[in-house]
Nanobody
Framework: QVQLVESGGGSVQSGGSLRLSCVAF????????MAWFRQAPGKEREGVAV???????RYADSVKGRFTISQDNRKKTLYLQMDSLKHEDTAMYYC?????????????????????WGQGTQVTVSS
């Protein structure tokens, strides 16, 4: 079992920055593929960024060049650095984990591949 606990959300003005953190508490199972998803009110959940066990990262087109996903394996913590935030980035952000060593080839189009979810942290960007 893997428990994910996010933190770092909040309110910021357009153009500002936030860093989200997600600590993974692992029991007997290890999570390898880690990801961030988000869901805005009235919209479907969408993938934002993923990182494989070998450190390979991929991003949704909407956040490329603005968001950076990273992880500290020693601290078992996943990060999402969000810069140049826009109003349309406003959403609940979720940490996600999969037991597979590598993330799916198209990880942003669906999320049934995710094994574990965090409880979410709210990000609000005012224009």
């Amino acid at each position: 079992q893997v428990q994910l606990v996010e933190s770092g959300g909040g309110s910021v003005q357009s153009g500002g920055s936030l860093r989200l953190s997600c600590v993974a508490f692992e029991d007997t199972q290890r999570a390898y593929c880690m990801a961030w998803f988000r869901q805005a009110p009235g919209k479907e959940r969408e993938g934002v960024a993923v990182i494989d066990s070998d450190g390979r990262t991929r991003y949704a087109d909407s956040v490329k060049g603005r968001f950076t996903i990273s992880q500290d394996n020693r601290k078992k913590t996943l990060y999402l650095q969000m810069d140049s935030l826009k109003h349309e980035d406003t959403a609940m952000y979720y940490c996600a984990a999969d037991r597979a060593r590598f993330c799916p080839s198209s990880p942003f189009n669906y999320f049934t591949w995710v094994d574990y979810w965090g409880q979410g942290t709210q990000v609000t960007v005012s224009s």
